[in-house]
């Protein structure tokens, strides 16, 4: 069979038995059938076994088994047997955790799938790339990726970077043509387009003829390694911590062993004790519990309409102190409406025109015939500027299709937002006529005549000053402005921007697009929460400063400025100035790296939000990516670091809250797994210190580490969200989640908590049974530490924020609370961990007792509320930097 570059359009269509309307369902499934779905083979995922085996990878816990297994052995069952149990329990637990993490960050890499818009069965759809089979007929526009091979059928204007196959990172011209010649490169297959390459400038369609594996990309693709999620600063720092912290836990162990020893315990005993002292006392859960708290975060924040493509993304949701957002669709509505027409020197409302008029009658057409946008069956289906533009057609009973049938489109040059203009030819009255719309500053640049019910003669002072004049009029308004111009072309070949000169000027449409509902609250709830809101916009300054007004982006101090005073700054002019700068209008992609490094450099975390295929550099710059998911190029999602599913400003500030909420409950998850292993620890070293007996048996310390572990740790990481979170500051990058504070905090609560268990465990010592006070050593520690997680939860007392509402806290809690109190009170039980009779007396002890730092915690809570003392330093800090130039 001949290549598919040699093959016309119809005989390859015939081949692949495809009519002009794509393939039908049947077709599709059969394709399906025989070439596969369209991706590239993955490394086989390991299996649940293999998750729960590695579960025994740690040196601790073969340690453990073990000795267990020699303590067996010398003839000591029971001991061993728990022992054995509560590994393999923690091991089942452990596989849980892992398989949970990895559904919720599959799930994550579904929902930011990239997607590909095909036709089938006369329909033009969007599916996702994996779902594109041999046969398909793809659309491509600039800012796709091309996600099959496949030959070109129709092209305007079509450039692709293929540097993923070729290396060549300059973008490839396309055409339709067929090419002769045999054993062609890659390079020369000019009329095919291939998997894996980017759409860098205008749009085409092609026949797929290759998917998978069998894509040119398939061909030299390794298999794809299963994308391993980069461990998150959080994680690295927590791994290197506690690293640290197993080395001195190891220390102490080898001390207690030591000792033991020295006091006449069996080597067995002792040795199996330390291990177990060594196993309950690592936070071994610290660090997938962090991994499971983030995943859940995500699909928390994928709920409200925010997909994070990468962990870490939540982690530094907390730290942005800078939102660079566009305006048109984020922060509006992006449904526009046509209010007003300049037109032959007047100004009309939208239902004023008169299409008798010739002059008139032509500014509608040339709107509908240099537009993209269709109306079928009330389904507005294209760029909102140019659906405005189709119902101002609908008003006159012009119909856009059958316009657009009268007056083929015979070329183009599609609409970029750099040069802010869309060009298209038609024959029109025997004249081939070039239409161009677009931006009003950059279009009367280009235009030399204007177009009146006089007829057509050269554009005068006064014309130009009457065009401004009403065009500043209308945008003071919030209105967003087009112009229209045209000229007669007398060429055959293609035409390019060099042609967008000496242009006929026409007219003005003028449309509004409403500011959301929410975006002033959302930019209210930005400012206090200590971040700024900026808005960079392509649109005039003046619509930019008027519905920046309208939110409160734009007060008195702050300023609008243009792209073109930009250029005329220095990196270090535009650092300087950038603080009262709220409003950039007229922007291209490339001033957008340049405002996000300047506040960079002044040592801010910026968000940047960006749609078009020339944002990527942007996105990647800032240190939060966000791309628009409605109205987003594919390779803005893919440079991004969250896509907004609703394009919206307030999903943004509502990603920060939940990304600030999550970092706090991993936060108090962290302190609550180290105040109680510290807790444990102090108590044995205390016991061994002070020539003490040993206050608990190794079970006592695996059946705490089981209990308290993992459910509440997991279940503080899911703490509601507290609204107070927005009321602070952002979180400083350079302040270490492990910090002075944070770790007094935490060696007090274990200070307390030890304390108490060993008040028990004396009171137990002194009735003259050892098995007695360890049993009460053992209950009071676990039940405290279960209590504990209530002190966790929160800086602020519990009895502000609701005892019951963390319903998994609760359940965590009762679940453990019912597990002691089945150990302590049912007879096999007790004999297995080794716990002796206790009385009703020394049970209400052992209640009292495990409630006092609760008590002592919560009634410090109270006393001392630290959000009051946050509060102020808050208002000292926001009147400080941002209010003042507000006020001023
Ligand atoms: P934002 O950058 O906030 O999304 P925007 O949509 O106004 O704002 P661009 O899409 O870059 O930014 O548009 C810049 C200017 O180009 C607009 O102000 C308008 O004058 C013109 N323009 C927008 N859409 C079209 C179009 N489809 N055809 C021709 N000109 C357009």
Not at 611 to 629: C, E, R, S, T, Y
Request: net charge neutral; aromatic share 6%; with cysteine.
């Amino acid at each position: 069979m001949k290549d598919f570059h040699q093959k016309s359009k119809q005989e390859l269509m015939s081949i692949l038995n495809v009519t002009s309307k794509g393939l039908n369902n049947k077709e599709v499934q059969k394709q399906r059938e025989k070439y596969g779905l369209n991706q590239l083979q993955e490394t086989a995922k390991k299996t649940t076994l293999q998750v729960f085996l590695e579960q025994f990878k740690d040196l601790l816990v073969i340690i453990l088994l073990f000795a267990a297994s020699i303590s067996m052995f010398l003839g000591n069952s029971e001991s061993p047997i728990v022992i054995f149990s509560v590994v393999l329990l923690n091991a089942i637990l452990g596989t849980m955790q892992h398989i949970k993490a990895e559904q919720s960050l599959n799930s994550l890499k579904a929902l930011s799938a990239p997607t590909a818009k095909v036709l089938r069965n006369g329909e033009k759809i969007e599916i996702s790339s994996k779902e594109v089979v041999v046969g398909d007929i793809l659309y491509l526009d600039t800012g796709d990726y091309v996600s099959a091979d496949g030959r070109i059928i129709e092209n305007y204007s079509l450039q692709v970077n293929e540097s993923s196959l070729t290396g060549e990172s300059e973008s490839v011209l396309k055409t339709d043509d067929i090419i002769k010649k045999d054993n062609v490169t890659i390079s020369d297959k000019k009329n095919m387009a291939f998997s894996g390459s980017l759409v860098t400038y205008g749009r085409a369609s092609i026949l797929v003829t290759s998917v998978g594996m069998d894509t040119e990309l398939g061909k030299v693709a390794e298999l794809l390694e299963n994308t391993k999620e980069k461990r998150t600063p959080l994680q690295v720092n927590l791994d290197n911590f506690s690293k640290k912290l197993a080395a001195a836990i190891l220390i102490i162990c080898v001390i207690v062993f030591g000792l033991n020893m020295h006091r006449g315990y069996a080597f067995v005993d002792s040795f199996i004790f330390a291990v177990a002292l060594a196993v309950a006392a690592i936070p071994e859960a610290l660090s997938s519990i962090v991994t499971i708290v983030l995943s859940l975060g995500t699909q928390k924040i994928a709920k409200e309409n925010a997909i994070v493509r990468k962990l870490q993304t939540i982690e530094s949701l907390g730290n942005i102190s800078i939102i660079c957002s566009d305006k048109t669709g984020t922060l509006t509505q992006n449904k526009m409406t046509v209010k007003k027409i300049y037109i032959d020197n007047k100004i009309l409302d939208y239902n004023e025109l008169n299409p008798e008029k010739p002059i008139e009658k032509k500014l509608i057409l040339m709107s509908l015939l240099c537009n993209d946008a269709i109306t079928i069956e009330n389904k507005e289906i294209g760029d909102p500027t140019e659906v405005a533009l189709v119902n101002l057609g609908d008003i006159y009973n012009l119909d856009e299709l059958t316009i657009r049938k009268n007056y083929p489109r015979l070329d183009e040059i599609t609409f970029d937002s750099e040069r802010k203009l869309m060009s298209t030819v038609h024959n029109i009255s025997e004249k081939t006529l070039m239409v161009t719309k677009g931006a009003l500053d950059v279009l009367l640049s280009k235009t030399v005549m204007i177009n009146s019910c006089d007829g057509i003669k050269p554009i005068t002072p006064k014309d130009i000053e009457n065009i401004e004049k009403t065009n500043e009029k209308f945008s003071k308004n919030g209105l967003r402005v087009l112009a229209f111009a045209y000229k007669e072309i007398n060429t055959n070949k293609s035409i390019t921007i060099d042609d967008e000169n000496n242009l006929i000027f026409v007219g003005l449409i003028a449309m509004m697009d409403p500011p959301r509902e929410e975006s002033a609250k959302a930019i209210a709830d930005c400012i206090s929460a200590g971040i700024k809101p900026i808005m960079i916009t392509g649109d005039h300054k003046i619509t930019a400063s008027a519905i920046a007004k309208q939110i409160g982006i734009l007060k008195q101090d702050s300023r609008a400025i243009e792209g073109h005073e930009i250029d005329k700054m220095s990196d270090k002019e535009l650092k300087q100035k950038v603080e009262n700068i709220s409003v950039y209008a007229r922007v291209s992609p490339e001033h957008k790296i340049r405002i996000v490094r300047a506040w960079q450099e002044k040592g801010n975390i910026v968000a940047m939000t960006g749609d078009g295929v020339n944002d990527a550099p942007a996105l990647k710059q800032a240190d939060i990516g966000i791309a628009m998911g409605i109205t987003g190029t594919e390779v803005a999602k893919d440079a991004a670091s969250m896509i907004l599913t609703d394009d919206n400003f307030s999903t943004i500030v509502k990603a920060i809250s939940n990304g600030r909420n999550i970092y706090s409950n991993i936060k108090n998850s962290i302190k609550f797994l180290l105040s109680g292993n510290i807790a444990g620890i102090l108590s044995v070293l205390y016991a061994s210190l002070t020539s003490l007996p040993v206050p608990f048996a190794p079970v006592h310390l695996l059946f705490i580490n089981l209990l308290t572990d993992s459910l509440p740790a997991i279940a503080l990481g899911l703490e509601p969200n507290k609204k107070e979170v927005m009321r602070e500051p952002p979180r400083d990058v350079s302040t270490p989640i492990l910090n002075k504070t944070f770790g007094i905090n935490i060696l007090f609560e274990g200070l307390l908590i030890s304390i108490c268990s060993m008040t028990a465990f004396h009171i137990g010592l002194n009735t003259g049974d050892k098995k007695l006070a360890s049993t009460m050593a053992f209950s009071t520690l676990c039940l405290a530490r279960l209590i504990h997680g209530f002190n966790s939860r929160s800086k602020e007392s519990i009895f502000k924020i609701g005892l019951f509402s963390n319903k998994y806290l609760c359940i965590a809690f009762s679940l453990g609370f019912v597990l002691l109190n089945s150990v302590l009170l049912f007879n096999p039980l007790k004999i297995i961990f080794e716990v002796s009779y206790i009385s009703l007396r020394q049970i209400l002890a052992i209640y009292g007792l495990s409630l006092t730092p609760f008590i002592t915690i919560q009634t410090y809570k109270s006393l001392f509320p630290e959000s009051n003392t946050k509060t102020t330093y808050y208002k000292n800090l926001l009147e400080k930097t941002i209010y003042h130039q507000f006020r001023n």
